[in-house]
């Protein structure tokens, strides 16, 4: 079955510690790829998203997410985070229509 | 503000009981989504309806009944649930049902069937 994986259930790190998500996905062809985050108490918003060209997509509160074909992988990154950082992040695939499949997501504890 | 909102917030009904959910959008989109986020799953996609009318119908079991009257409003009625359907809801909505528009969510109704 095609599916979103995120390898990590629940990460904990100190504030300006620098975090990597994982995200792989098993679609063939063409994608869209999303990163979505839902703080604490808020409705999920979108981070990033992918569509075509360049494969280093940065998106708000700097982050980004760089997109390798050859892996099925868009892995999340932000160099330094913040205790605001703190939330569940959520990969997402498009594989070309209006279904989004989503990971089952990703919790980030920041502590500061 | 989402602009995307859904009532009510919470939700606790027995299995015997019939209520709605309501989803209003106020972004002047065309298409509108229901999903259900159970603890530690991803995201299920339940119903998408483009234009008001319903392009994706996910397996979903009858018990659910969704509607959508114009396309600012989608509704999820639901009858005789069962506990195992305990999760928050969500909607979203986007510019058109279409893989490049971005999703936008409201904040979902939680749901408890006793």
């Known amino acids: 079955a095609q599916s979103v994986s995120q390898h990590n259930h629940h990460v904990i790190l100190s504030e300006a510690a620098s975090l990597e998500l994982g995200c792989n996905y098993s679609y063939g062809g063409t994608v869209n790829l999303f990163w979505y985050v839902q703080y604490p108490g808020q409705h999920l918003q979108l981070l990033l998203k992918?569509?075509?060209?360049?494969?280093l997509v940065k998106g708000i509160k700097g982050f980004e997410a760089e997109f390798i074909k050859s892996k099925f992988s868009f892995n999340l990154r932000k160099p330094s985070v913040q205790w605001s950082d703190t939330a569940e992040y959520f990969c997402?695939?498009?594989?070309?229509?209006?279904?989004?499949?989503f990971g089952a997501g990703t919790t980030v504890t920041v502590r500061a | 503000e989402t602009g995307v909102t859904q009532t009510p917030r919470h939700l606790v009904m027995g299995m015997t009981n019939k209520k709605s959910l309501k989803c209003e959008q106020h972004l002047g989109h065309n298409a509108m989504y229901w999903y259900k986020q159970s603890a530690k799953k991803p995201l299920e996609l339940m119903f998408v309806y483009s234009l008001e009318e319903r392009v994706e119908n996910n397996s979903v079991p009858s018990r659910f009944s969704p509607e959508c009257p114009n396309s600012s409003h989608l509704f999820l009625h639901l009858h005789t649930l069962q506990p195992e359907d305990s999760a928050l809801y969500l909607c979203a909505s986007s510019q058109a049902a279409a893989s490049y528009n971005e999703q936008f969510f409201g904040p979902g109704t939680r749901l408890t069937v006793l």
């Open positions: 997402a695939v498009n594989p070309n229509d209006y279904k989004l499949s």
């Open positions: 992918y569509f075509s060209g360049d494969p």
